[in-house]
T-cell receptor, first 115, second 115 residues
Framework: DAGVIQSPRHEVTEMGQEVTLRCKPI?????LFWYRQTMMRGLELLIY????????DSGMPEDRFSAKMPNASFSTLKIQPSEPRDSAVYFC?????????????FGPGTRLTVL | AQTVTQSQPEMSVQEAETVTLSCTYD???????LFWYKQPPSRQMILVIR??????QNATENRFSVNFQKAAKSFSLKISDSQLGDTAMYFC????????????FGQGTRLTINP
């Protein structure tokens, strides 16, 4: 099992550019989560999907952020236009189902720097 | 809304010592899960241990154990015989058992194990 895969691992872009982060969950996992980690706000949930359907996007900071899950094996988080305050580490996580333990398996994260 | 508080931003101990990390949380829920995640310098989020609120017995995983005090809403992590590889950020997290599959994280404790 390859685990949750995220790409790119690092992204440096200039303010105003579009940024797309990618995630491949563990095969068979029905839930997919996007988290953002910053020094100021810590780890916060942005959005999560169940069976490719967005369930809760209340953590998405503003309209510049959008997330999609076109199929069970792929999700994107897009920022357009990007701003310096979007600089953070973005994690994707997946879990098979809301079972007794609910462990979320995290990807390695994408470090985004917006200049 | 649930909140998780880790009151120790940083801790440092010598190798082989025992160390306890504190975590308190606030919730009106009766059924929930609590987790400790480890984030080493590699940035990967790794589940250390989990506790189900309806279980009175404290969870243990090898050198890691918790002291779960439901009435006090306290969930501390004890690391016995600490090793250099335990050096990492440690996050306490909360999840409701029913409904939204949201992990709510504390701000983290940076633990350094010195040789």
């Amino acid at each position: 099992d390859a685990g949750v895969i995220q790409s790119p691992r690092h992204e440096v872009t200039e303010m105003g550019q579009e940024v797309t982060l990618r995630c491949k969950p563990i095969s068979g996992h029905d839930y997919l989560f996007w988290y953002r980690q910053t020094m100021m706000r810590g780890l916060e949930l942005l959005i999560y999907f169940n069976n490719n359907v967005p369930i809760d996007d209340s953590g998405m900071p503003e309209d510049r952020f959008s997330a999609k899950m076109p199929n069970a094996s792929f999700s994107t988080l897009k920022i357009q236009p990007s701003e310096p305050r979007d600089s953070a580490v973005y994690f994707c996580a997946s879990t098979p189902y809301p079972g007794s333990y609910n462990e979320q398996f995290f990807g390695p994260g994408t470090r985004l720097t917006v200049l | 809304a649930q909140t998780v508080t880790q009151s120790q931003p940083e801790m440092s101990v010598q190798e082989a010592e025992t160390v306890t990390l504190s975590c308190t949380y606030d919730t009106s829920e009766n059924n929930y899960y609590l987790f400790w995640y480890k984030q080493p310098p590699s940035r990967q989020m790794i589940l250390v241990i989990r506790q189900e609120a309806y279980k009175q017995q404290n969870a243990t995983e090898n050198r890691f154990s918790v002291n779960f005090q439901k009435a006090a809403k306290s969930f501390s992590l004890k690391i016995s015989d600490s090793q250099l590889g335990d050096t990492a950020m440690y996050f306490c997290a909360f999840m409701k058992r029913q409904g939204a599959q949201k992990l709510v994280f504390g701000q983290g404790t940076r633990l350094t194990i010195n040789p």
